[in-house]
């Protein structure tokens, strides 16, 4: 009876483990549709707005399970030259990890890349959702990776503190008075 009871509690766990893994890499994801116009964007020095640029090979996922799962590649024949010209930079870019089976994007890769300036690091959206900004970095032969990352707002609202100066109240009251 004993080895029955042992099996069983093998096996289970087993089957819990395979589930887990696949709830955490491949079922909460799912592919964007590309709309071919805004699909990347860039917050324009001159207006602070955001603004389409110019991209081709565009793929993307995202989760609803987090607003920091969204990832996306793209190429683009706009240069870092024109590029840091015309659109604000995103010093703080920090590139996160996505499934492995989204293979075009290697956070290691790129933030190296961001490391050695063979990449540079632009802001997309700020407050995509409050306190997450999209970021875009394009490397000098025009891969372009997107990604969703906290701000410094979002930093010190999600631990539970009021928001700092400078930034909105969170639109939930999630902060501490």
């Known amino acids: 009876m004993g080895k029955v009871l042992a099996g069983v509690i093998v096996v289970s766990a087993l089957v819990a483990g395979i589930a887990l893994y696949y709830f955490q890499v491949y079922a909460f994801y799912d ?8 699909d990347v964007v860039l917050t324009a020095l001159a207006s602070g707005q955001a603004e389409p640029v110019l991209y081709d ?10 607003p920091i799962r969204y990832r996306a590649c793209f190429t683009t024949q706009m240069s870092q030259a024109m590029l840091t010209e015309t659109y604000e930079t995103y010093p703080q870019a920090e590139p996160r990890e996505a499934p ?14 961001l490391d050695n300036g063979r990449a540079l690091a632009f802001l997309s959206r700020r407050d995509v959702q409050y306190g997450i900004d999209r970021v875009v970095a394009i490397t000098e032969d025009g891969r372009g990776y997107a990604w969703h990352q906290i701000n410094r707002c979002g930093e010190v609202v999600f631990d539970g503190h009021a928001a700092p100066e ?3 109240p969170p639109p939930d009251g999630t902060a501490r008075q």
């Open 57 to 66: 090979d565009f793929t993307a996922i995202d989760a609803d399970s987090s």
């Open 31 to 38: 592919r964007v549709q590309a709309n071919g116009q805004d």
């Open 100 to 113: 492995g089976w989204f293979d075009c994007f290697d956070a290691d890769d790129l933030g190296v890349a």
């Open 166 to 168: 400078g930034c909105a």
